[in-house]
């Protein structure tokens, strides 16, 4: 079964067999018959003999079955294909204007011929030799642009030129005269073989005289450029490890550098470190009492105005506010609410000696504070 399944398959590989020769056909008949073949039914050598071997070497038959079998005529006469390769040359691929030249041919018919007839295709058109010419020039002022604007013709390292943007103008117009320039095909040819290095990448006339003038040289240079490149390689490995350490501190997020929030209640009772915290807070912000507030931490900015109203005098809060506003050019706010917003905690009448030391001390703190910035200013 497998050698039956292997053999059927070679079969189904191969392929269709239209011709071989019989020694019994002298070769004068051969080519008498193809010559009918060719002359009066338009069969190519091909299927002439095809239509032979079919009928197995029988050439009665061969020649009274050929005109049931003849094939399409070639609508492409000599003059037809003769014109179509003069307006290519002239038109390229633009069909519509070849279709003027030859007003009896169809443009899908120009198109399907002109894929038969590229494969044997051997000149371009004016067309495409005139753009390739105008690519080339470009190619060929760009180069020169750079070139002259080189400091050194051995170096191919240039610098930006320096009256460059003082005169502009002149720049232009000698660009267009060397533009205009004939060149020879020999200067053409060697400039359109220069080559210029690849971005970023500088030569040195220097280092491409001593690798061409001894190997030991050579050798020298290029290894200190290897040296160079692996210091390269290895400072860039360096910087990308530093870069994923700090991807990772990143990807944990910044909570654990948070302040904690504390979720305790606002306490109406000022102890003496917040009493000194809000003198010297206030001495900071001025009236920002958000900010008062947030610094000290339990108390709201509606407890921090009361403290501001009820403790002015006892720890001369005007004075106070007066350095805040000239140190930042602030004027004072005429017509400040002197009405006393006391808290049973907040009153006056209550003072004993150690309210009357936290005030000295925070008038001491003040004064200290004022006289070092004024020193350090």
């Known amino acids: 079964a497998k050698k039956e399944a292997k053999a059927s398959q070679e079969r189904d590989n191969l392929g269709m067999l239209v011709w071989f020769p019989n020694p019994s056909i002298p070769e004068t008949k051969l080519d008498e018959y193809i010559a009918i073949a060719k002359e009066k039914h ?35 006469t000599v003059e037809d294909k003769v014109l ?7 038109h390229g691929k633009t069909f519509h204007r070849i279709q003027q030249m030859l007003p009896d041919k169809s443009i899908a018919s120009l198109v399907r011929f002109y894929y038969s007839w590229k494969k044997t295709r051997s000149k371009t058109s004016v067309m495409d030799r005139h753009a390739r010419k105008q690519k080339r020039d470009r190619e060929e ?6 070139e002259n604007s080189c400091i050194s013709p051995g170096d191919a390292e240039c610098e930006p030129n320096k009256d460059e943007k003082k005169e502009p103008a002149n720049l ?10 004939p060149q020879g095909i020999a200067g053409r040819n060697l400039h359109r073989a220069k080559k210029k290095p690849p971005k970023g990448m500088h030569l040195n006339a220097d280092d491409v005289a001593a690798m061409s003038s001894s190997s030991p040289a050579a050798v020298s240079v290029l290894r200190q450029l290897d040296m160079e490149l692996i210091a390269i390689k290895r400072q860039i490995q360096s910087i990308k490890q530093h870069n994923s350490a700090l991807r990772e501190k990143l990807d944990t997020g910044v909570d654990e550098f948070r302040p904690t929030e504390a979720n305790q ?25 958000q900010a008062i507030s947030d610094v000290i931490g339990n108390k709201s900015v509606v407890q921090v105005k009361n403290f501001f109203v009820n403790y002015r005098r006892r720890f001369n809060l005007d004075e106070v506010l007066q350095e805040w506003e000239a140190e930042h050019g602030v004027e004072g706010r005429k017509g400040l609410d002197e009405e ?29 504070s004022t006289a070092s910035s004024e020193v350090s200013s």
């Open 42 to 76: 338009g069969y190519n050598m091909e299927q002439a003999l095809g239509m032979l071997f079919w009928h197995k070497h029988n050439i009665e038959k061969s020649l009274a079955d050929l005109p049931n079998f003849t094939p399409f005529p070639d609508e492409w």
């Open 84 to 90: 179509f390769e003069q307006g290519f040359s002239f």
């Open 141 to 146: 002022s760009d180069d020169e642009g750079e």
């Open 172 to 181: 232009a117009e000698k660009s267009v005269h060397v533009k205009k320039e």
């Open 265 to 289: 209640k606002f306490n109406t009772r000022w102890t003496t470190e917040e009493q000194l915290l809000a003198v010297q807070a206030i001495r900071k912000y001025g009236r920002d009492f």
């Open 340 to 368: 006393k917003m006391e808290f049973p905690e907040f009153s006056n009448s209550g003072q004993t000696s150690s309210d009357q030391s936290i005030s000295q001390l925070c008038v001491r703190g003040i004064k200290a």
